[in-house]
């Protein structure tokens, strides 16, 4: 039986089996996964806090930047939140055109471009900034832009994380009362600043659109910023009230559409909330990918049934 597991674990095989499991023990199946993830998540999180310095809002940043963008941009935007650190950020954020200075010149996005005046500006003053704070520039060369949705380009994502960081004091603080989706939108619910509404990209003019950090995105940010921020951090200074609040937020977001899920829903798995579908995420990275469905939840139990002739 293990062997028709493992064979079968790369395509999910057990979704099936999954689909048929009645809702209690579904239930308990997906509360040990998702808490699984979320104390995986922590020590990540951790990791990034004790390079930071210590500091939270740090942290808090550097997940910020890491998911605003395109997944096969993360590692450059976690690149970036730590040569442009938030404690110059800090020191701008009465400032968004300063900031956006910062951010995108930090970047090197600006030198892929044609120049017109107000990149030219952008340039002029992250000039000053790097010299300043010792800012070395990423290369464009360090990011995905080719085949990507022109709402989600780098460069549109830092102008909206600008104007975020501009307007919001107490950042860490505003994360950790977030108790709904609603709460959520409204908190990253931003546009980029007026020069972008006619600019998916530097010095290109396009048609009017306000570029603003929408529903979809802000459900990404509350999976994968907020609800583990509040998670990380009660963990750390024990509190169980920042704890259910994070698993409460994660009740309430809608449940993730991914490639990770679709195996999942191929066979009739119907995820209700982002706590079942990081549960599903937990279960293919940690298990299925690894082939290790003698530990797995649903693989125990599948062997289980079959030795009893179920």
Same mark, same amino acid.
């Given at each position: 039986?293990?062997?028709?597991?493992?064979?079968?674990?790369?395509?999910?095989?057990?979704?099936?089996?999954?689909?048929?499991?009645?809702?209690? +023990?579904?239930?308990?199946?997906?509360?040990?996964?998702?808490? *699984?993830?979320?104390?995986?998540?922590?020590?990540?999180?951790?990791?990034?806090?004790?390079?930071?310095? *210590?500091?939270?809002?740090?942290?808090?940043?550097? $997940?910020? %930047?890491?998911?605003?963008?395109? #997944?096969?941009?993360?590692?450059?935007?976690?690149?970036?939140?730590?040569?442009?650190?938030?404690?110059?950020?800090?020191?701008?954020?009465?400032?968004?055109?300063?900031?956006?200075?910062?951010?995108?010149?930090?970047?090197?996005?600006?030198?892929?471009? #044609?120049?017109?005046?107000?990149?030219?500006? $952008?340039?002029?003053?992250? !000039?000053?900034?790097? +010299?300043? +704070?010792?800012?070395?520039?990423?290369?464009?060369?360090?990011?995905?832009?080719?085949?990507?949705?022109?709402?989600?380009?780098?460069?549109?994502?830092?102008?909206?994380? !600008?104007?975020?960081?501009?307007?919001?004091?107490?950042?860490?603080?505003?994360?950790?009362?977030?108790?709904?989706?609603?709460?959520?939108?409204?908190?990253?619910?931003?546009?980029?600043?007026?020069?972008? /509404?006619?600019?998916?990209? #530097?010095?290109?003019?396009?048609?009017?659109?306000?570029?603003?950090?929408?529903?979809?995105?802000?459900?990404?940010? !509350?999976?994968?910023?907020?609800?583990?921020?509040?998670?990380?951090?009660?963990?750390?200074?024990?509190?169980?009230?920042?704890?259910?609040? !994070?698993?409460? %937020?994660?009740?309430?977001?809608?449940?993730?559409?991914?490639?990770?899920?679709?195996?999942?829903?191929?066979?009739?798995?119907?995820?209700?909330?982002?706590?079942?579908?990081?549960?599903?995420?937990? $279960?293919?990275?940690?298990?299925?990918?690894?082939?290790?469905?003698?530990?797995?939840?649903?693989?125990?139990?599948?062997?289980?049934? /079959?030795?009893?002739?179920?």
């Amino acid at each position: 039986m293990i062997n028709r597991l493992t064979a079968g674990a790369a395509v999910c095989s057990c979704n099936g089996y999954l689909a048929r499991t009645d809702a209690l +023990h579904l239930t308990e199946i997906y509360t040990s996964l998702a808490y *699984e993830r979320l104390k995986r998540k922590y020590e990540y999180i951790r990791k990034i806090y004790e390079t930071s310095g *210590e500091n939270w809002n740090q942290t808090f940043y550097t $997940l910020l %930047l890491r998911f605003l963008g395109a #997944p096969n941009n993360s590692d450059a935007f976690e690149t970036l939140a730590s040569r442009a650190g938030y404690g110059t950020v800090l020191r701008y954020a009465q400032s968004p055109r300063t900031l956006e200075a910062l951010l995108i010149g930090g970047s090197g996005l600006l030198e892929a471009y #044609p120049n017109d005046e107000y990149t030219l500006d $952008l340039k002029r003053e992250f !000039a000053y900034l790097a +010299h300043k +704070h010792s800012i070395e520039p990423m290369s464009p060369s360090d990011w995905k832009t080719t085949n990507i949705y022109p709402h989600n380009h780098p460069v549109i994502r830092l102008a909206q994380a !600008a104007a975020f960081l501009a307007q919001r004091e107490f950042v860490m603080n505003n994360i950790l009362e977030c108790r709904t989706p609603k709460d959520v939108a409204q908190l990253f619910g931003v546009g980029a600043s007026d020069y972008w /509404v006619e600019h998916f990209v #530097p010095s290109l003019q396009s048609a009017s659109v306000v570029k603003r950090i929408g529903f979809s995105k802000s459900n990404i940010l !509350a999976i994968n910023v907020v609800a583990q921020l509040q998670y990380a951090y009660g963990s750390y200074i024990g509190s169980d009230r920042l704890r259910d609040r !994070a698993i409460t %937020l994660l009740e309430t977001v809608p449940p993730e559409d991914n490639a990770k899920v679709r195996k999942w829903a191929a066979g009739g798995v119907r995820p209700k909330n982002a706590f079942e579908t990081q549960a599903l995420i937990q $279960l293919t990275d940690e298990y299925c990918r690894r082939q290790r469905c003698e530990e797995c939840p649903v693989g125990r139990r599948i062997i289980k049934s /079959v030795s009893a002739g179920l």
